[in-house]
Structures are given as structure tokens and as C-alpha cells.
């Protein structure tokens, strides 16, 4: 079983910027794509970025494309999502999650998911 983690979820007012970490307990098999998706009141959850955490490579949701960037430290075990120029409709909860290919990630089959941190981006 992983565990995942999530904090710095917040309130920010538009154009300001947030860091959401991921704690994992341990990196394994199923821990080699993890990501960030989110969810909106109303809305379908959705996926916002991943990372391939053996090579680095990463791919992003065009409407956070340039805004965000997922990054991992593997040394920590943890994921972040560096989060700037928010807009209002940033606005939902947060998930990490963690699979053990990206494309079953992008599809939201997960093996493992966080609890999720709250994001409210004000105008």
C-alpha cells in the first residue's frame, strides 16, 4: 500500500500563485506516473499534470499549460505543484495520484489517490 498526502492548499486571490506537495510513504511499481487532477463543484474530475517520475518527463492539461509545474523529489519522496497566475476558475479540490503507467493515470485510473487540499482562487 502507498499512502499519498496532500498540503498547501489555500486561498489566493487571482494572479497569485500556490506550492501543493505530496507526501508519498514509499515510491514502488505503482508509484512510476503520479499527477495532480482536480476537482470543481459540479464538475467532472479532471487531469491537471503528470510526471513519469523515472525520467522526469512531464505533460500538462492545456488550460494550466505554462501556469503549473509538477515536479518531484525523489530524495523526499514528494510531488509538488507549483501553481502561478491562478485564476478563479483554478478554483477546486486538489488530488494526487499515483499509477503505475501514465496513460492509465491520464485516463483517472489511479492505483492510489490522496485525500485532497482545497484551492479557492478569488477575483
Known amino acids: 500500500q502507498v499512502q499519498l498526502v496532500e498540503s498547501g492548499g489555500g486561498s489566493v486571490q487571482a494572479g497569485g500563485s500556490l506550492r501543493l506537495s505530496c507526501a508519498a510513504s514509499k515510491y514502488t511499481y505503482s508509484t512510476s506516473c503520479m499527477g495532480w487532477f482536480r476537482q470543481a463543484p459540479g464538475k467532472e474530475r479532471e487531469g491537471v499534470a503528470i510526471i513519469w517520475t523515472g525520467g522526469g518527463v512531464t505533460s500538462y492539461a492545456d488550460s494550466v499549460k505554462g501556469r503549473f509545474t509538477i515536479s518531484q523529489d525523489n530524495a523526499k519522496n514528494t510531488l509538488y505543484l507549483q501553481m502561478n497566475s491562478l485564476k478563479s476558475e483554478d478554483t477546486a479540490m486538489y488530488y494526487c495520484?499515483?499509477?503505475?503507467?501514465?496513460?492509465?493515470?491520464?485516463?483517472?485510473?489511479?492505483?492510489?489517490w490522496g485525500q485532497g487540499t482545497q484551492v479557492t482562487v478569488s477575483s
Open positions: 495520484a499515483a499509477a503505475s503507467s501514465c496513460v492509465r493515470l491520464w485516463a483517472g485510473r489511479a492505483d492510489y
